[in-house]
């Protein structure tokens, strides 16, 4: 197995682990405050695209299935139709969790970089807090672009490396470094899963970078914001 399929193998093996307390641990790390990132993030990206009938929606990385639910939700509350809202997750036990809380929804058992779906066939493709562990990123952002139709959007919601130098960055950087990982850790009992949160993020690109490598992929940035003092930023995008 080569080393990035190994790493990718670990991740995968760390959200199975924290599957059944992963909402749990969202909502108190986050202070409820995730929930409305996401929400925004629906609302901005159906009127963006304008149309009050949408045929699918795929939700990558889409874990416990906490942005199916809004996509759905704020669908209903704007009078939009939506057809179909697909979750895709390499992980079976996050998915299991996201099973019990939408039944009626179909979910794949797939990673970003690989996705069995149709050419041109998707609306909307969103990942929430799942490119940062997307080992082979590039291949994942090809793979939106593919699943993608013309004109159709790709909206990632991510902790984002920051790059500034104020007290703001310095703040978060203290919360997610040090309060973090034991919240977490105790709420999951796996604090090295707290750990990597941080890390991961101070590993992972920029703002700048991230709208380089939409550009590259053929996914042109529209909308690009920072909520929270930067915690979280929201990419909107649309495929050339
Ligand atoms: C932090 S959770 C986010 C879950 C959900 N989207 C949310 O907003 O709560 C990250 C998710 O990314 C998934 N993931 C890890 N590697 C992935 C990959 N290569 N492709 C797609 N999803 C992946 C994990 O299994 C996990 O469910």
């Given at each position: 197995m080569s080393e990035k399929s190994e790493k990718q193998e670990d991740i995968i093996k760390m959200f199975n682990d924290i599957a059944k307390t992963y909402d749990l641990a969202n909502r108190v790390l986050s202070m409820g405050i995730d929930k409305t990132w996401r929400k925004k993030a629906c609302n901005m990206a159906y009127n963006f695209y304008?149309?009050?009938?949408?045929d699918r929606i795929v939700d990558v990385?889409?874990?416990?299935g906490d942005l199916m639910i809004d996509w759905e939700t704020v669908a209903k509350s704007n009078g939009i139709i939506v057809d179909d809202i697909v979750g895709v997750d390499p992980s079976v036990g996050m998915m299991e969790v996201g099973k019990t809380k939408i039944p009626h929804r179909t979910f794949i058992e797939a990673g970003a970089e690989d996705m069995p779906l149709e050419d041109e066939s998707a609306d909307f493709i969103s990942i929430s807090y799942g490119i940062r562990n997307v080992v082979k990123r590039k291949e994942g952002l090809a793979e939106f672009a593919r699943v993608l139709k013309k004109g159709g959007l790709c909206i990632i919601l991510e902790f984002t490396k920051n790059d500034k130098d104020d007290f703001a960055a310095g703040l978060t950087k203290f919360y997610m470094n040090n309060l973090m990982p034991h919240i977490g850790g105790l709420i999951s009992k796996n604090k090295d899963a707290y750990t990597y949160l941080p890390e991961s993020i101070e590993a992972f690109i920029t703002t700048k970078q991230m709208c380089e490598e939409l550009n590259e992929a053929g996914l042109e940035p529209i909308f690009v914001k920072g909520y929270s003092l930067d915690m979280s930023t929201t990419f909107i995008a649309r495929k050339i």
């Amino acid at each position: 197995m080569s080393e990035k399929s190994e790493k990718q193998e670990d991740i995968i093996k760390m959200f199975n682990d924290i599957a059944k307390t992963y909402d749990l641990a969202n909502r108190v790390l986050s202070m409820g405050i995730d929930k409305t990132w996401r929400k925004k993030a629906c609302n901005m990206a159906y009127n963006f695209y304008g149309k009050t009938h949408i045929d699918r929606i795929v939700d990558v990385a889409c874990g416990t299935g906490d942005l199916m639910i809004d996509w759905e939700t704020v669908a209903k509350s704007n009078g939009i139709i939506v057809d179909d809202i697909v979750g895709v997750d390499p992980s079976v036990g996050m998915m299991e969790v996201g099973k019990t809380k939408i039944p009626h929804r179909t979910f794949i058992e797939a990673g970003a970089e690989d996705m069995p779906l149709e050419d041109e066939s998707a609306d909307f493709i969103s990942i929430s807090y799942g490119i940062r562990n997307v080992v082979k990123r590039k291949e994942g952002l090809a793979e939106f672009a593919r699943v993608l139709k013309k004109g159709g959007l790709c909206i990632i919601l991510e902790f984002t490396k920051n790059d500034k130098d104020d007290f703001a960055a310095g703040l978060t950087k203290f919360y997610m470094n040090n309060l973090m990982p034991h919240i977490g850790g105790l709420i999951s009992k796996n604090k090295d899963a707290y750990t990597y949160l941080p890390e991961s993020i101070e590993a992972f690109i920029t703002t700048k970078q991230m709208c380089e490598e939409l550009n590259e992929a053929g996914l042109e940035p529209i909308f690009v914001k920072g909520y929270s003092l930067d915690m979280s930023t929201t990419f909107i995008a649309r495929k050339i």
